[in-house]
């Protein structure tokens, strides 16, 4: 039953600077800092006004860039991207920022998020002669660029992105401009910044806060920026859409220390403990949360409990991918590689295990299992975030309602399977509460599709099914 140790995963993040004098250095320093949004492949563009030149490979950012390949990286542009493969698989081809040459100049391309009707537009495109080198959905955008019969670039992704449906924040650049967009809904985050004279563009605050930028506001949903050396020109593209940001970003994905359209996503995750704690108290000695996206959660759970907080679980920070081991034993070794209990703190205590989110439920099972094994009298289970009951099509790598605990099995058979003493989610209204975006947007302009399988854009009931099975 859902065997695979294997939890949510983001497709990617986005990084662009503008007129910089170390615009690679710069771009390298916001990677790191997005680097939990991807970890398959890394890669760098920059322009020095006259030609782009690209560095990127397979692995973290520390792997692929070494200080000898960033010196070979001059100019005062750039964009990058981290890559967690979702649409298209991994391998180099598909390691972004895709570069294409060309006689009228070259195009750099990078995108996170998810395009739900690429899969019809490269078919289309390759039966009109179209050959593409990557296996990648961003690539599609370059097709549509190129064939929308514009000259000016910006006037070609503002064609390509009106075919297109899905999520896409996407960073465009060329010898001369860098062209930012973001689909009408807003589903991925995107924020502007200056840093001196430079523009500065990325998925999260925190990596203009590493680099050194000051925050000027979040990329409007359906916004198109053009960024020249002359300056900066706006304007809304796409506007005829609800906003609709991915909640997990909330929940899970973004860094405690990023804001996301002006809350900070810590804040967000205490409330959401604090909420989950009016809607499911317990009685019990300590709350743990597992590390690290859980651990505000527990602080807001506890605070609002008055139940003390403790350090039950412990992170190891050097251990690299687990990969699906062979027999159970070695896949419970994988768990306990990355996560141990302390035995100090929960043995003979009633325990609080506040956790993000379940998806397959397999590392929820293994951690209570754990806790008891150190001592652990009761293991209760929260969950910061609603029941995820259905697929994804927007990033997240959830493709199917049958790889998802919560779709197949009720709560209390949960947690029979969990071995827990109790298991209990938050409510979609106590996610919408507790995240405290406006309430005057229709689901306070949230996409909670993996909770209520209500999708923002138009997803046609073949495409649901054939993801479903």
């Known amino acids: 039953m859902f065997a695979e140790i294997k939890g949510l995963n983001e497709e990617c993040g986005v990084f662009a600077i503008w007129d910089h004098p170390e615009a690679a250095q710069m771009t390298y320093y916001g990677l790191h800092s997005l680097q939990h949004r991807g970890q398959e492949g ?33 100019g005062r542009a750039a964009i990058g991207h981290v890559r967690y493969a979702t649409a298209g698989g ?3 081809a598909n390691v972004q920022p895709l570069l294409f ?11 996170n998020g998810n395009l739900t009707n690429a899969k019809e537009w490269r078919q289309k495109l390759e039966a009109e002669g179209a050959i593409f080198q990557s296996s990648s959905d961003t690539e599609v955008i370059a097709h549509l660029m190129k064939r929308s019969g514009k000259e000016n670039v910006a006037d070609q992704l503002k064609s390509a992105l009106a075919r297109l449906t899905g999520a896409f924040a996407v960073v465009v650049m060329t010898e001369s401009a860098l062209i930012i967009a973001r689909d009408g809904h807003g589903l991925r ?6 840093l001196g004279d430079a523009y500065v563009v990325a998925s999260e605050t925190c990596a203009l806060d590493i680099v050194g930028a000051t925050f000027v506001r979040d990329v409007a949903p359906g916004e198109l920026i053009v960024v020249r050396d002359e300056g900066m020109q706006s304007e809304s593209v796409l506007v005829d859409e609800d906003p609709a940001m991915c909640s997990m970003e909330y929940v899970y994905f973004a860094r405690p220390d990023s804001n996301i359209d002006t809350i900070n996503v810590h804040t967000a995750r205490k409330n959401l403990g604090k909420q989950l704690a009016l809607e499911a108290p317990v009685e019990a000695d300590i709350v743990t949360g597992v590390p690290d996206s859980s651990i505000s959660a527990a602080i ?7 139940i003390p907080y403790e350090l039950g679980l412990i992170k190891n920070r050097y251990v690299g991918r687990t990969f699906i081991q062979p027999s159970q034993a070695l896949r419970e070794q994988g768990v306990k590689m990355k996560l141990s209990p302390v035995r100090g703190v929960v043995e003979g205590k009633r325990v609080v295990m506040i956790d993000d989110s379940i998806v397959r439920g397999t590392t929820s099972c293994r951690i209570v299992r754990m806790l008891r094994e150190a001592g652990a009298k009761e293991v209760h289970v929260r969950i910061a975030a609603p029941p995820i009951k259905h697929p994804c099509f927007y990033g997240i790598d959830i493709s199917t309602s049958t790889e998802l605990i919560a779709a197949q099995y009720t709560i209390p058979e949960m947690c ?10 938050l409510s979609v209204e106590g996610l919408k509460s507790g995240i405290g975006r406006s309430q005057e947007m229709p689901d306070c302009g949230q ?3 993996c909770f209520t399988g209500e999708y923002p854009t138009n997803i046609n009931k073949r495409q649901v099914s054939q993801m479903s099975v």
């Open 42 to 74: 890394a890669g760098i563009v920059v322009s020095n006004q006259e030609t782009l030149r690209a560095h990127k490979g397979v692995g973290l950012v520390n792997d692929v860039f070494t200080p000898a390949s960033l010196k070979t990286l001059s």
């Open 90 to 92: 991994g391998g180099y």
């Open 101 to 111: 040459n060309a006689e009228a100049g070259g195009l750099s391309l990078a995108h």
């Open 447 to 449: 996409c909670l599709a």
């Open 189 to 194: 985050p995107l924020a502007l910044g200056r």
């Open 416 to 425: 029979a399977w969990m071995e827990a003493d109790s298991l209990a989610f």
């Open 300 to 306: 807001g759970y506890a605070e609002q409990t008055g």
